[in-house]
């Protein structure tokens, strides 16, 4: 279960969310610059609400009226960064058993991320696509109850890309991971989500609309 409901005002965006879900994979499209980002962040922790409730799966991450605000690295969440955030000093390996809670698992998340090919290789070697399969799995591997993507396919060759959306599906519903996925290319969001919100700027408030 998601429960969002939530306001969040800075000097360039004001967003105003209310989002209830049984759904266990959401899908996040938009216009750039919409806030998309900005609400993973609030999710995730390293943004806060200005009041409301963020709850997911009965955690309470963020409640506004009992002063509730569990740290981002309490809150059990993998988040694949647009801008991946990889550890250049590390290769592939490293980088992935970096965040490994489960050591054993690790071998399983490669061959999902098909990364056995360049599992020893610099992170600087890397091509676009390569680095973000890199980053699903060090997310993957941190063991998440809830796994934040943002736009985390586009790099990706096509046909590897709807192959390993495939398997990653299977993975998040065999483990039971929560997911919210963000993209522009919204056939891909339909493809991979059980729900698809659009997030829409209504005279200068941006809210959810399904």
Not at 135 to 157: G, Q, T, V, Y
């Amino acid at each position: 279960m998601i429960d969002l409901n939530f306001t969040y005002n800075n000097s360039s965006l004001k967003l105003a969310i209310c989002l209830q879900t049984k759904a266990e994979i959401l899908g996040f499209s938009g216009d750039s610059g919409i806030g998309k980002s900005t609400l993973f962040n609030i999710i995730s922790g390293l943004l806060v609400p200005d009041k409301g409730y963020i709850i997911i799966d009965d955690n309470i991450f963020y409640d506004s009226k009992s002063h509730t605000n569990v740290l981002p690295r309490s809150r059990k969440i993998g988040y694949v960064f647009q801008d991946l955030r990889l550890f250049p000093h590390l290769n592939v390996y490293q980088n992935i058993k970096y965040a490994s809670a489960i050591h054993q698992h690790i071998d399983e998340i490669i061959e999902l991320l098909e990364l056995d090919e360049v599992i020893q290789k610099d992170i600087a070697l890397l091509s676009g696509g390569e680095s973000q399969r890199v980053a699903i799995a060090r997310s993957l591997a941190s063991d998440p109850k809830i796994l934040l993507m943002d736009e985390s396919f586009n790099a990706i060759h096509l046909i590897q890309r709807k192959a390993i959306a495939r398997k990653l599906r299977n993975y998040i519903s065999q483990k039971n991971i929560t997911t919210l996925f963000i993209s522009h290319q919204r056939n891909e969001i339909k493809s991979f989500a059980d729900e698809v919100y659009a997030m829409q700027n209504i005279q200068g408030i941006v809210k959810m609309m399904r």
